[in-house]
């Protein structure tokens, strides 16, 4: 009951918060313009009999409730943007984990600053701790993934070149700085204020990552948008109980193409590759590629079906640590779930650290109307190198299938046209069924429902 009261309590100063119309924030005789706005999310999340190695995770049961206050200050071509996160956890399973409760840890989830517009138009900026997301987010898209689905910010400076004045051909500068904890923060368990963001290994710490580079993106032809990129990393060493694990430094160059065919057919095609060195001098590469191809009938109809198809890929090494070139995928600033809520758990580098994989797949969805949607994937995912990680002799990790439907609850309650005043809730659900890469036979199931309320 005292957890639920917290909960309460604390869901109900976000929403005085905002209860305000944004209308009576604004100071429009200066030209300055105020907004502030919040959003709530409660989650329920149930895996069972994940394969992890060669045994089987804990069963997992538990509830996480977000909520996040935002505010900004806009000023003719400038805008300051900040917004505050806090996530409590109630977990059921296993019965040894740690509990967030009530009111926990408040963290500055993004504090940056736009200046846009900048010499004639040419250029924009935003400087500070924003979330950076590129493409499918198969390079670029989470700067924070030991800390779950709480936040995903990165500490950087993006300068956007605008080559032309629709902006249909820019250039990104990055620059990145992420430390191992977030120093803006306030509360949360004894002893763990510094929770670590950046690890890899579960009980490692103070593994520091940046680095930047150039992101290209050109919609000059309808028919052939692409993106070009090249991204350079630095993983400082970490510690794991007195011992610094090796860090690396390494570079990725990517395209991606995204080309129309007809107006019912579409494709997405990325690939990339690495190279660089551990601490030490030991070499490192890695390759990536992603196809797919989409069918999207043109009817006449308020429901929009599609189907696709496509095979995603990531180089292994059967030898990864033993002392030689490493060619594994390393996933840059890529560590989320991606395709899948079960297996970004499974690896054995970490949380989502997708690498050493084959994943051919069959996608089909329906957007019923903008707030109704429902889809599912099917498909065999293989191991690019047999690495006996998982005990088996095999490659095949087991056959994924998924399925989501996002409905909503309330819509528009202030009146706007924007997601302020929405209620959506969602209902997803997993299953895996091992193949021979492990010992076990036992299917592995996933569950999530959640609703989320902006204001």
Sequence with gaps: MKKLCGLVVFAGLMCVAVAQEPEVLEQKKTGLELDLGADLRLRQELIYNLPAGKNILPDQNFFR?????????????FRLYSR??????DVSRPHNSR???APDEVVVDNLYLDANDLLDGWLDLRMGRQDLMYGAGRVLMDGTPFDGSRTIYMDAIKATI???REKKNTLDLLAIYNRPDNELSVGGLEGQSDRQLNSIHPRSRNLAEYGGGLYFKSKELDEMPFDIYWIYKRETKADLNGTKLPGR??????LRLMPKYTETISGEYEGAVQAGEQDGGTATRGYMGFAALKYAPAVEWTMRPYVKGGVYYLSGDKQRGAGHADSAWDPVWSRWPQFSELYVYNFKDGAGYWTNLIYPHLEAGCDITKTHKLGATVGPMYADEKDGLGGGSGDLYGWLGGAFYEFPI???VFGRDDQRGNVIGRVQAEVLDPGDYYTTDKVAYYFRWQIIASF
């Design 84 to 89: 505050l996160a806090n996530e409590m956890y």
């Design 162 to 164: 605008n080559f032309d």
């Design 249 to 254: 430094k390494f570079h990725t160059w990517g």
């Design 65 to 77: 409730f977000r909520s996040r206050l935002w505010g900004e200050a806009k000023y003719e071509n």
């Design 410 to 412: 309330l819509t528009s």
């Design 99 to 101: 509990k967030y409760k």
